[in-house]
């Protein structure tokens, strides 16, 4: 059951922040209105998200939370690959002597700021 108390709080506020808008935007339209404006709509969103988050059901949340892990897992995916595209570029161009998992234990010690191997070159560009 959705808390009744909450869901009234924030329709509360949302018509507050409401009225603010309507009586802000009478102003003339300079720097500082504009802003205050910008932080009403924010504020004003922030409060729709929240009501929408009371009025989700169980399995909705459920659902919701299934594709926000998915994009994020896509989105670590697409970074190491890329990463790994990286580190074999390296291999291939100029060190082809070194395994990849090596190359990629250099690179964390270059990003730690620690000394590497491998030149600060080819970190930067892994094209011949």
Known sequence: MVPMK???????QLDAVKKEIESASLFRP????????RSLFAESSYI???????QLSSESKQEEKKQRRQKANLNRSTKMSRSWRFFKSIQENYLPD????EIRSQFSKFK???ET????VIWRNPSP
């Open 6 to 12: 909450k869901l009234s709080k924030w329709f509360k």
């Open 48 to 54: 729709t998200n929240q009501i929408k988050k009371l």
């Open 117 to 120: 191997d491998i030149s600060d």
């Open 30 to 37: 300079t720097k500082k209105t504009r802003e205050f404006l």
């Open 98 to 101: 070194k395994s990849t998992k």
């Open 112 to 114: 730690k700021g620690l």
